[in-house]
């Protein structure tokens, strides 16, 4: 069974962050697809799918390997 995080991340602005972003958050155990909604120089939208469920604070630490910031949804 696959389970979806979707998380808001602050900072990316092209193509190469979200590659960054992408390649951190595949590298954590059971995840399958990484799918980006950038909004460059705002919050993007990031839907992790995995195996199993995710650790919050993984999912903080890979997003910021990558250079960039998890936030909270305010929406």
């Known amino acids: ?8 991340v602050s900072g990316m602005t ?5 590659s960054s972003v992408t390649e951190e958050l595949t590298g954590l155990k059971g995840v ?3 799918a980006v909604e950038l909004n460059a120089g705002g919050i993007s939208e ?4 995995s195996t199993l469920t995710l650790d919050p604070a993984e999912i903080s630490e ?9 936030v909270a ?3």
């Open 14 to 18: 092209c193509g190469h962050c979200v």
């Open 46 to 49: 990031v839907a992790i799918t």
């Open 73 to 75: 949804n305010n929406a």
């Open 32 to 34: 399958e697809n990484v």
């Open 62 to 70: 890979a997003v910021a390997e990558a250079g960039y910031l998890v």
């Open 1 to 8: 069974m696959s389970h979806t995080t979707t998380i808001n």
